[in-house]
């Protein structure tokens, strides 16, 4: 079986093809088209087929990673967006739950009130109420004040509609209605419901949700309509396979459903990569480093096992997302960084990006704002004959150029000034990986680092001693782990139910119902999807707090038909993941089930074990040496520095540093008092030392 993983970022666009009979494996590079990204993928798939002498009609599976719903969010540039909500409930959106996301602050920035996805003129109300605690009608659903609310929006270039009404994660009759009535009335709409997109309870953030999901749905659609058509036209009969934020893959027909599935896609797939690449070198702690041009991606993996968001902290943009998500945490640090002063004077990297179009000025294509890259040019970290394996040159002059500008605003030596960028885009990464971390009582000290994306390997050593981490992971492959992530997944969906039960008077018989109702759904989309009920695996989960708790934690469900004895384990579980996470528990205490989830999982075919090609040597893979500056204690010196080909590095044996390490995908820098080897697995191992 041939399979292609595809993840377009924010400057490149990385492919990794895989003949998984074989074991056969072959990476390339395109530069992202952001004005229609499906332009990129389809011109870098034609190019590895026919790099590696394939014919698309032979690929199995395409797996893809997408930021076309990220980018949307990010960028405000979604669809306008209409909201039939309850009577009285307009607001529900712009007030939130009060909260300030920075609580001393006079002056700040509220996303869900200063970038409403749902404009106010554009959210109607209509008479119509379903009440807890089971969900019955109070109010009948006013269906011609539906009509007339849809046929408003219409009027008004409305071209997506959220419906979200009160307490539909009982009772979703009144919104599946209304939908109905406004696909009549609208019928060129995207339209969703809160309940199809997110049953759960908390109003504000499943109202926001499912209007995500209406501000992202015609972009999504549309680009996921553009691609499957062109890979027909390549005459390709592929199954396409979209990354989804909760770490599996779904089919095109359940992202275009349900478009908030995507809005960490790429993101997910790193973090998977990282984890499976350390995996490979038997390490189950690892914080992942993923460096790209525009933005660099933090996970944490702990025993093997990748962290997920919970109701306090999943969000996207500032907006909040009940929806399942791996943890990962972004900030605006890349490649393609611009370094620039503040109206204060004060010397600052990101998070503006120049992206793949101009990009840096070291790419030769107009860029005149000095960067990260540009930065690693003047300090010898970057050769032109070493970017994309020389398939991409590099302007040195015009790099020393705006580095030199910037250079004398600040009054300072060129060295000093591109070196001070290096510096402070690290520092900015180390201290988004303590909030991860040390924030959140974790030590990292305790992991390895794995660097990966494009720029990772280029400043993974230097932020892990920031760290004082004392190993770095540099993948085989590290530029295109995050395609290589798409290779290791499955195909996977979740299904939530809310609950609200007590520990002390529970109703088994409506858990026991609401799981098998959840797994028989989760069975026909499958069957959807082609993929016979043998071929699924289920896992069960409770979101689950102590009563009068304002947030829950995840505790695995114990599987079969609960029984007294089940619960009994159930709420074990919870005690102890209340001690882990808080450091006591409180076994008197009532526990209250707040949701039920199940996850079904059906496996795809996955990349094996990978192996570095054997009888390489030191001398082989050395190049040349080159002149580099590094910043020690205080002051900057300049170094002596071997430059090594990675393809013909020996395996075990310790080299020391500084060294640069080159290869198509990315380049490796280790800094003075560290050393390098090449593992077994073909991943580099950087080893810290103390820096004198």
Same mark, same amino acid.
């Given at each position: ?35 229609? @990204? $499906? ?14 002498? &394939? ?8 797996? *893809? ?28 959106? *712009? ?16 996303? /869900?009130?200063?970038? %409403? ?64 009535? &406004? ?36 972009? &999504? ?33 359940? &992202? ?83 370094? /620039? ?115 990772? %390997? ?11 981490? %004392? ?60 993929? @016979? ?37 159930? /709420? ?25 989830? $199940? ?94």
């Amino acid at each position: 079986m041939k399979m292609i993983g595809v993840d377009v970022g924010g400057t490149f666009t990385d492919f990794v093809y895989s003949d998984m009979d074989r074991g056969s494996l072959a990476i390339h590079k395109v530069s992202t088209t952001p004005s229609d @990204p $499906s332009r990129g993928v389809m011109q870098g798939i034609v190019e590895l087929c026919e790099r590696n002498g &394939v014919d698309p009609s032979e690929i199995s599976y395409v797996l *893809h990673g997408t930021t076309t719903a990220t980018n949307a969010v990010l960028e405000g540039k979604g669809a306008t967006c209409g909201m039939i909500t309850n009577d009285g409930f307009r607001d529900i959106i *712009h007030i939130g739950r009060h909260q300030r996301p920075e609580h001393y602050s006079i002056r700040q920035d509220i996303p /869900w009130q200063a970038r %409403p996805l749902v404009r106010r003129r554009f959210r109607k109300t209509v008479p119509g109420r379903i009440v807890p605690p089971t969900g019955e009608e109070l109010v009948p659903l006013d269906e011609e004040a539906v009509r007339r609310a849809a046929r408003e929006l219409h009027a008004e270039g409305v071209n997506s509609v959220a419906i979200c009404f009160l307490f539909s994660f009982l009772n979703p009759a009144h919104e599946n209605r209304a939908k109905e009535l &406004v696909q009549e009335e609208m019928p060129e709409a995207f339209v969703t419901t809160s309940s199809f997109i997110s049953p759960q309870f908390r109003e504000f953030e499943r109202f926001t949700t499912a209007g995500l999901a209406a501000f992202i749905g015609p972009k &999504v659609d549309r680009y996921i309509a553009h691609l499957d058509s062109a890979l027909r036209d390549l005459g390709m009969t592929a199954e396409l396979r979209i990354m989804a934020s909760n770490g599996g893959v779904a089919t095109p027909k359940m &992202v275009v459903e349900k478009p908030a599935l995507t809005l960490q896609s790429g993101l997910a797939a790193g973090v998977l990569g990282g984890a499976w690449i350390g995996a490979q070198d038997g390490r189950d702690r690892l914080i992942t480093l993923d460096i790209g041009g525009t933005s660099a991606d933090i996970g944490i993996i702990v025993d093997g096992h990748v962290t997920e968001t919970d109701a306090r902290s999943t969000s996207i943009a500032g907006f909040p997302l009940l929806m399942p998500m791996l943890d990962i945490h972004t900030i605006g640090a890349g490649g393609g960084s611009i370094a /620039w002063q503040d109206r204060g004077g004060a010397f600052r990297v990101g998070p503006q990006s120049a992206g793949a179009e101009p990009g840096p000025a070291a790419y030769g294509r107009g860029g005149t704002l000095p960067t990260v890259t540009d930065a690693n040019v003047v300090l010898g970290r970057l050769a032109p004959q070493d970017f994309l394996g020389g398939e991409m040159g590099l302007d040195v002059a015009a790099a020393r150029q705006v580095i030199d500008a910037l250079a004398r605003r600040l009054a300072m030596s060129s060295e000093e000034a591109a070196e001070g960028i290096l510096t402070i885009l690290n520092a900015n990464m180390a201290n988004a990986i303590r909030s991860r971390t040390v924030q959140k009582g974790i030590d990292p000290r305790g992991f390895a680092l794995v660097a990966m994306g494009g720029a990772g %390997p280029l400043h993974g050593a230097e932020v892990a001693r920031m760290l004082s981490i %004392p190993e770095i992971l540099v993948p085989p492959s590290p530029g295109i782990t995050s395609a290589m992530g798409l290779l290791t997944t499955d195909l996977k969906y979740d299904l939530a139910r809310t609950q609200f039960q007590l520990s002390t008077r529970v109703d088994l018989d409506r858990i026991n119902a609401d799981l098998a109702s959840m797994e028989t759904t989760l069975i026909r989309q499958f069957a959807e999807d082609h993929i @016979p009920e043998e071929a699924i695996g289920f896992s069960r989960m409770a979101d689950m707090r102590y009563q009068g708790q304002g947030y829950e934690l995840n505790v695995p469900v114990p599987a079969g038909v609960l029984d007294a004895a089940a619960l009994d384990v159930l /709420w074990a579980h919870f005690h102890s993941a209340h001690e882990r996470e808080y450091g006591h528990a409180f076994p008197g205490n009532p526990i209250e089930i707040v949701n039920l989830r $199940s996850i079904a999982r059906a496996e795809l075919p996955k990349l094996g074990a990978l192996a570095a090609a054997e009888g390489g040597s030191r001398a082989a893979a050395f190049e040349r040496t080159v002149e580099t500056v590094f910043r020690v204690g205080s002051g900057l010196e300049s170094f002596k520095t071997s430059v090594y080909r990675r393809a013909a590095l020996p395996v075990g044996e310790d080299i020391p540093g500084p060294a640069i390490v080159t290869q198509k995908d990315s380049t490796t820098v280790v800094p003075p008092g560290a050393s390098f080897r090449q593992l077994p697995s073909g991943s580099l191992l950087i080893t810290l030392g103390d820096l004198k």
